[in-house]
C-alpha cells in the first residue's frame, strides 16, 4: 500500500499570503488529522477530518482551516501568513483498530510539508 | 501544561546494548499510547502501540511497558542498532479520540 502523501514538500510565502497544502491518505483509511511541528511547540494538533466532517480541532487561530473531499484526500489552508507559522505540517491517516471494544486511531504520518514564511 | 512529558531529551547507547525511553503522562483519560521515530525532514514513522487493558507488547526489538498506576510508559529497543538513532517521540490519546498529544522527544544516539 502506498503511503500518505502530502504535496508540496516544501514552500516559501511573504507574510499576509496565503497557502493550501494537500495531503492523500493511504488507501481505505477515512480519518485525517493535521499537525504542525515547530522547535519550540514540538507537534500539536490542528484539526482531523473523518467523513468530511471536521471532528474537532485544536488550539490555533480561525486562520487555519482544512476541508476533506469525498475520496478522503485532505486540505489544509493559512490565511494571512506570520512568521510564526514557518514550520512542519504534517498529515496523517488513521486505521482505526477495535481493541476490547474500544476504537483506537493507529495514526501514519506523511513526510511533511515544510512551510516558510518571509 | 505538557500533558505527555519526555524528560531525557538525549540518550547515548552502545551498539548490541538496551536502550530504554521513558515517557511519562498526567491525564487519567489517556488510554492508548503510541512510539513514534523521526528522522530530520521526514514525518514520523509509527513504531509500536499500547492499550491501557494490557501492560506490555512486544514487536521485533521493541517493546513497551505500561505503568498506569504510576501513569509512565518506556520503550525498550533490543538489541540498539546504529540505524535507530533518530527522535522518538511518545504520544498518547483517549477512548476513540483521534487526537494525539506528543511529547517532546528524546534524541537517541546509538553508537558503533
Known amino acids: 500500500k502506498a503511503g500518505v502523501t502530502q504535496t508540496p514538500r516544501y514552500l516559501i510565502k511573504t507574510r499576509g499570503q496565503q497557502v493550501t497544502l494537500s495531503c492523500s491518505p493511504i488507501?481505505?483509511?477515512?480519518?485525517v488529522s493535521w499537525y504542525q511541528q515547530t522547535p519550540g511547540q514540538g507537534l500539536q494538533f490542528l484539526f482531523e477530518?473523518?467523513?468530511?466532517?471536521?471532528?474537532n480541532k485544536g488550539n490555533f487561530p480561525g486562520r487555519f482551516s482544512g476541508r476533506q473531499f469525498s475520496n478522503s484526500r485532505s486540505e489544509m489552508n493559512v490565511s494571512t501568513l506570520e512568521l510564526g507559522d514557518s514550520a512542519l505540517y504534517l498529515c496523517a491517516s488513521s486505521l482505526i483498530i477495535s481493541v476490547g471494544g474500544t476504537l483506537l486511531y493507529e495514526q501514519y504520518f506523511g513526510p511533511g510539508t515544510r512551510l516558510t514564511v518571509t | 501544561d505538557q500533558q505527555v512529558k519526555q524528560n531525557s531529551p538525549s540518550l547515548s547507547v552502545q551498539e548490541g546494548r538496551i536502550s530504554i525511553l521513558n515517557c511519562d503522562y498526567t491525564n487519567s483519560m489517556f488510554d492508548y499510547f503510541l512510539w513514534y521515530k523521526k528522522y530530520p525532514a521526514e514525518g514520523p514513522t509509527f513504531l509500536i502501540s499500547?492499550?491501557?487493558?494490557?501492560d506490555k507488547n512486544e514487536d521485533g526489538r521493541f517493546t513497551v511497558f505500561l505503568n498506569k498506576s504510576a501513569k509512565h510508559l518506556s520503550l525498550h529497543i533490543v538489541p540498539s542498532q546504529p540505524g535507530d538513532s533518530a527522535v522518538y517521540f511518545c504520544a498518547a490519546s483517549g477512548s476513540s479520540n483521534y487526537k494525539l498529544t506528543f511529547g517532546k522527544g528524546t534524541l537517541l544516539t546509538v553508537n558503533p
Open positions: 499500547i492499550s491501557s487493558i494490557k
Open positions: 477530518y473523518f467523513s468530511e466532517t471536521q471532528r
Open positions: 488507501s481505505g483509511h477515512r480519518s
